[in-house]
């Protein structure tokens, strides 16, 4: 059975930093994109990154690049998520994903953790 757990959220001021972590378990694949999307309240869910379980590469939301960093340590099966600048829109709930396709589209993840909530005060 694969299981995506998710931690490292909280509380945080404006301008502060976090950093999330995905662990994996039961997931056999190496290929494939793993993710990190986030939903604020009342809000759809959106892709903030991705990486490219075979080539590393990376992709970020136009709102995050430059201030996240996604990373993978396939030793620890768990995937980060450094997040650093942080503002009052950054807040809501980080939910990791593991799946195959176009890696900044939610269709593309079959596996979702159950996320971590971020909230940053001004």
């Known amino acids: 059975q694969v299981k995506l757990v998710e931690s490292g959220g909280g509380s945080v001021q404006a301008g502060g930093s976090l950093r999330l972590s995905c662990t994996t378990s039961?997931?056999?694949?190496?290929?494939?994109?793993m993710g990190w999307f986030r939903q604020a309240p009342g809000k759809e869910r959106h892709w903030v990154a991705s990486i490219v379980r075979e080539r590393g590469d990376t992709n970020y939301a136009d709102s995050v690049k430059g201030r996240f960093t996604i990373s993978l340590d396939n030793d620890k099966n768990t995937l980060y998520l450094q997040m650093s600048s942080l503002n009052s829109e950054d807040t809501a709930m980080y939910y990791c994903a593991a799946g195959g396709g176009w890696c900044s589209s939610s269709s593309a993840y079959n596996y979702w953790g159950q996320g971590t909530q971020v909230t940053v005060s001004s």
């Open positions: 039961g997931y056999a694949g190496s290929r494939g994109c």
